[in-house]
C-alpha cells in the first residue's frame, strides 16, 4: 500500500498529513505552493493530476482523491482509529469532523476569498462581518466542550475532528479569541509527535494554542 498526500504547507491538508502520520502510514507528502509556477496548485502537471487544482489530494495505490472530509473518513475507517466504528461516539465524532470540514473552513474560505477578490475600500467592512461569524462558530465550541465536560470534542480521546479543528485554528490566530477548553484541545493535539512531524515537514509555526 503506498500513500502519496499533496499538502499546500499549514492549509487543510496539513490536517490530512498529521493524521497519516498518528496512523502510522508514512506517506510521501509533496508540498505545493497557491498559484500557476512550477509546485503551483494550478500548474498544468498538478491539474493533470487533480483537475481541482486544490488540496488534499491523496493518491493511494495510484489512484487519486479528493475532499478533505472524504480522505479523513476513508483513511481513518480504513486503518481503525481516529474515528469511532459505532453508534453514538462515531455520530458525533462525524458531526465534529464535518463541523470543521464543512463549516468552519469555508467561513475561514470567505476572509480568505475578501481578501483577494474585493477592492481595498470593500475590505474593511467585509472582513469584519466575516471574522465575526468565524468568532461566534469559536465560541460555539467553547460552550460545547463546557457542556459536555469532555477533553476533545467527542469524548475523552481525540478523534479526526479535533486534528482538523487545530489545523485551522492556526490560520490568523491573533484575529480570534479561543476559549480555554478549545486552546486545551489545540495544545494537546499540537503536542503530539505525529502533529509535530507534520508541523516540521511543512515547515510551519504553531501558534493557536499560545
Ligand atoms: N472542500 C475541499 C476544500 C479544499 C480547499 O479549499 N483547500 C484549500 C487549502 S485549505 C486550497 O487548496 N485552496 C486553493 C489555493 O490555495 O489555491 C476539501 O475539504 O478538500
Not at 171 to 174: D, T
Given at each position: 500500500m503506498s500513500y502519496e498526500l499533496y499538502s499546500k504547507a499549514g492549509s487543510c491538508s496539513m490536517a490530512v498529513h498529521a493524521i497519516m502520520n498518528e496512523l502510522g502510514l508514512n506517506p510521501k507528502v509533496y508540498i505545493k505552493v497557491a498559484g500557476?509556477?512550477?509546485?503551483?496548485?494550478?500548474?498544468p502537471e498538478y491539474l493533470k493530476l487533480n483537475?481541482?487544482?486544490?488540496?488534499?489530494f491523496l493518491v493511494e495505490d495510484g489512484k487519486g482523491m479528493i475532499e478533505g472530509g472524504a480522505i479523513i473518513t476513508y483513511l481513518c475507517d480504513k486503518h481503525g482509529?481516529?474515528?469511532?466504528?459505532?453508534?453514538q461516539q462515531r455520530a458525533q465524532a462525524l458531526q465534529w469532523l464535518m463541523f470543521a470540514n464543512a463549516t468552519l473552513h469555508p467561513a475561514y474560505g470567505r476572509t480568505f476569498w475578501i481578501s483577494s477578490n474585493l477592492p481595498q475600500e470593500q475590505q474593511e467592512g467585509a472582513l469584519k462581518a466575516a471574522r465575526a461569524q468565524i468568532q461566534q462558530l469559536w465560541d460555539y465550541v467553547e460552550g460545547e466542550l463546557e457542556k459536555s465536560g469532555t477533553t476533545y470534542l467527542a469524548g475523552i480521546e481525540p478523534t479526526a475532528a479535533d486534528f482538523l479543528l487545530t489545523t485551522i485554528a492556526n490560520?490568523?490566530?491573533?484575529a480570534y479569541k479561543f476559549g480555554p477548553k478549545t486552546k486545551a484541545v489545540f495544545k494537546n493535539i499540537s503536542a503530539r509527535p505525529s502533529y509535530q512531524k507534520a508541523l516540521a515537514e511543512e515547515n510551519i509555526e504553531y501558534k493557536a494554542a499560545a
Open positions: 500557476d509556477g512550477p509546485d503551483g496548485l494550478k500548474n483537475p481541482r487544482g486544490n488540496v488534499p482509529a481516529l474515528l469511532p466504528k459505532l453508534g490560520w490568523n490566530p491573533a
